[in-house]
C-alpha cells in the first residue's frame, strides 16, 4: 500500500482524482521486452521500449494514474528503439 487516506472525521483526505497521478514507480526485472510483449499482447497500451542507462524500459500507466516503468540490463546501444525484430 502506498497511500492510505481518511475517509471521515476532520482529517479526511481522499483525492478528487486519481491518486497516482505525479508517481512513478520504476521495476527492476529481468526482461522488460518480454514483459512489454505480455502487456501489448492483451491490449494494454505500452510505450515502445528504449534504451536509457543501459536498460530496456517501457512505460504503462495503471488505472490509477500510477506510471509504471519496467527496465531490465542491455548491452544494446543507448537511445536505440524497440523495433519488435530486435532479440
Keep these: ?3 492510505e487516506f481518511w ?3 476532520r482529517h479526511r483526505n481522499v483525492p478528487e482524482g486519481n491518486v497516482g497521478i505525479g508517481v512513478s514507480i520504476n521495476f527492476i526485472c529481468r526482461d522488460a521486452l518480454m514483459i512489454y510483449r505480455e502487456l501489448t499482447s492483451r491490449g ?3 510505450s515502445r521500449p528504449f534504451v536509457g542507462n543501459g536498460m530496456w524500459v ?3 500507466s495503471d488505472p490509477d494514474g500510477y506510471n509504471l516503468f519496467f527496465e531490465s540490463p542491455t548491452d544494446v546501444p543507448e537511445e536505440t528503439v524497440f523495433s519488435g ?3
Design 58 to 60: 517501457t512505460q504503462v
Design 44 to 46: 494494454v497500451d505500452a
Design 7 to 9: 475517509k471521515e472525521g
Design 1 to 3: 500500500m502506498l497511500q
Design 85 to 87: 525484430d530486435l532479440l
